[in-house]
């Protein structure tokens, strides 16, 4: 196993659910073959949607019961700003963490060390702000999912590192800019644009291959109607007088 000795104390994965049991017992298990660094405390933070099906059962069963360091808060969002401000905020002024973890749920993780090989290019990279892996949508696929070199750092999972948090929370008083609506996209091109405004790299760690085959947020039209994400790039262009990713 790789370690990195003295960079970090305290990680902390995030994840949020809603209505996902299908996909959610094959993510624990892979989730749980991840390995930490020497070192280094692993915390796993679920947030639950109102779920409505098995999820926190599920959880409960395969997860929370068999992994110190791991819990359960349950919260109702309609906008992604809004979850990832109190993900971000709840691990590292509420956890301590010196850097977050956003995973998805339908997800899966066919090389143990993803997190470590986040963590070496963060020890090796003092200004990243943000590092994601490279995602392909699983084995028989090679074609990046959103996180290859033309969306670099858009997709998770991803790191966000204490000092990028601290930064842009510092001057806009957020880390996602809560006037982005629903899951519509932009807010995390926004984050990426703050990120790089204050001089903090946004990078892929390509030796960190994760599989994620695509998320079904979008697809509810409550979350993410054509008007919401149109209103987003509209947002996004006025204050950054481009429609192109900032990476």
């Known amino acids: 196993m790789n370690t990195i000795e003295g960079a970090l104390k305290r990680i902390v994965l995030v994840i949020s659910t809603c209505n996902q049991s299908e996909m959610l017992s094959a993510m624990l298990a892979s989730l749980g073959q991840t390995r930490t660094p020497r070192g280094y405390e692993l915390h796993t933070l679920f947030f639950d949607d109102q779920s409505v099906d098995e999820d926190v059962a599920v959880l409960a069963r395969e997860y929370l019961l068999t992994h110190p360091g791991s819990a359960l808060a349950c919260v109702h969002h309609q906008h992604c700003a809004a979850s990832m401000n109190q993900f971000?905020?709840?691990?590292?002024?509420?956890?301590?963490?010196?850097?977050?973890?956003?995973?998805?749920?339908?997800?899966?993780?066919?090389?143990?060390?993803?997190?470590?090989?986040?963590?070496?290019?963060?020890?090796?990279?003092?200004?990243?702000g943000k590092i994601a892996s490279e995602n392909t949508v699983g084995p028989e696929s090679t074609a990046p999912n959103g996180s290859g070199t033309d969306r670099p750092g858009h997709n998770g999972p991803y790191l966000v590192t204490r000092e990028a948090f601290e930064h842009v929370t510092g001057k806009y008083g957020h880390a996602f800019d809560p006037a982005f609506e629903g899951y519509a996209g932009w807010d995390d091109w926004d984050f990426n644009a703050k990120l790089l405004e204050g001089g903090f790299e946004v990078l892929i760690?390509?030796?960190?291959?994760?599989?994620?085959?695509?998320?079904?947020?979008?697809?509810?039209?409550?979350?993410?109607?054509?008007?919401?994400?149109?209103?987003?790039?509209?947002?996004?262009?006025?204050?950054?007088?481009?429609?192109?990713?900032?990476?």
């Open 88 to 128: 971000l905020g709840h691990g590292f002024l509420g956890l301590g963490a010196d850097v977050v973890v956003w995973v998805h749920v339908d997800m899966a993780f066919p090389d143990p060390d993803w997190l470590i090989e986040l963590l070496q290019m963060r020890a090796a990279r003092p200004r990243a």
């Open 205 to 247: 760690a390509g030796r960190s291959r994760v599989y994620h085959r695509g998320s079904g947020t979008r697809a509810n039209q409550a979350y993410a109607s054509d008007e919401m994400a149109r209103r987003n790039q509209c947002r996004y262009y006025e204050r950054w007088k481009t429609w192109a990713a900032p990476v």
